[in-house]
């Protein structure tokens, strides 16, 4: 069962790219199909998240392009999300029609977290240009530059170079195959405290600016006050660092919940209700976690559990499904808003 499960959602990865026709065409059958559906299903909610996106001709040479939606897809979903009668909301609104209970909308959320440059300069826009809501959730070192940004200064090395160099030995990144493994290897061997000085270490041995790269992928205050005005932009906070909150201390996970709230509705002036747990699972957060939450202000908290709102209470903890941007066909959302990927993950045990 565990393998049938895995094969299948493997198989689900048309990494190849869509064009309009397919998207039309699949688009319409899966209108059609989720109309179908919904009306037997009755009301539930789906609350979906990413990172990044980047423009369908950019997309294929990013080195660590599974973190980023193609803008193209994202439209076509937005369009097929429309048409087939569901209702994009915000979180706060969201959790608001779980609790009435009455509603037979379907309905979806969209929440960013971290917040780059492009959310600025791709994706709000997007979101705007389909008069749907977006919610950010976004960690406050980054616009304070108190973040380094060392994957996105890793990728964008490899991806603009032939070859770099990593503890004096060069390694070749001049095809996509060798950027991907290039950027995977990598990541996994930062991954850790040290990751700070094997950054700066590759930034000293390659001749990168790391304020330069962090200021091309940075959002800044000012975007973020914009945007912050925009009434389809709902604000929420996502840690100071990005730590993972399990592993610190009470203190430490107060300073960053708390304080990142703080800092948000000093420098923007709104209301910041939701807070959204960096990697989201079970072992990144738990009950100790949540009562901080609660404890500092926040009326409801954001996971990456997999998992639907039903109507009715919702948790505290409320789940959400990660898309992964090596998934281009309105199927892999339709199967999630069905409870499909919930399904699976309890079944292989990825809570
Ligand atoms: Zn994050």
């Not at 790219?17 to 059958?29: E, P, R, V, Y």
């Not at 915000?90 to 780059?116: P, Q, W």
């Not at 991806?159 to 060798?178: A, C, M, Q, W």
């Not at 957060?285 to 209470?313: M, N, S």
Request: hydrophobic content about 40%; overall charge negative; proline content about 6%.
């Amino acid at each position: 069962m565990e393998d049938y499960i895995s094969t299948l959602f493997q198989d689900w990865a048309p990494s190849q790219m869509l064009d309009g026709f397919d998207t039309f065409l699949s688009g319409a059958i899966v209108t059609a199909a989720a109309r179908w559906t919904d009306a037997f299903r009755g009301a539930r909610g789906c609350f979906f998240t990413f990172h990044r996106a980047a423009p369908r001709a950019v997309w294929p040479s990013l080195p660590n392009r599974n973190f980023y939606l193609d803008l193209d897809f994202l439209d076509a979903l937005l369009t097929h999300l429309a048409m087939s009668g569901r209702r994009i909301v915000t979180i706060e609104e969201g959790l608001r029609l779980a609790a009435d209970g009455t509603t037979r909308d379907t309905f979806v959320n969209f929440s960013i977290d971290d917040c780059y440059r492009d959310t600025y300069e791709e994706v709000v826009p997007l979101f705007r240009r389909h008069g749907v809501p977006l919610t950010l959730f976004v960690t406050t070192g980054i616009p304070d530059g108190t973040m380094s940004l060392c994957w996105a200064g890793l990728e964008d090395t490899i991806r603009s170079r032939d070859s770099i160099l990593v503890d004096g030995e060069e390694i070749k990144t001049d095809t996509i195959e060798r950027k991907l493994a290039t950027y995977a290897a990598l990541q996994t061997q930062w991954d850790g405290p040290a990751m700070g000085e094997h950054y700066a270490k590759f930034c000293a041995g390659n001749g990168v600016d790391p304020l330069e790269m962090r200021e091309k992928h940075a959002i800044t205050w000012q975007m973020l006050s914009e945007l912050a005005q925009d009434p389809l932009v709902e604000i929420g906070s996502h840690t100071v660092s990005h730590p993972r909150i399990s592993e610190l201390t009470p203190e430490e996970a107060r300073y960053e919940l708390g304080g990142s709230r703080e800092r948000l509705r000093e420098k923007l002036g709104v209301p910041v209700k939701h807070f959204a747990f960096p990697y989201g699972r079970m072992k990144d957060c738990g009950p100790r976690d949540f009562a901080i939450a609660q404890e500092v202000g926040y009326e409801g908290v954001a996971t990456t559990t997999k998992g639907l709102i039903r109507p009715g209470p919702v948790p505290y903890a409320y789940p959400r499904v990660t898309l992964n941007g090596a998934y281009r066909t309105l199927l892999v959302p339709e199967l999630h808003m069905a409870g499909a990927s919930a399904a699976a993950a309890r079944a292989l045990g990825r809570v």
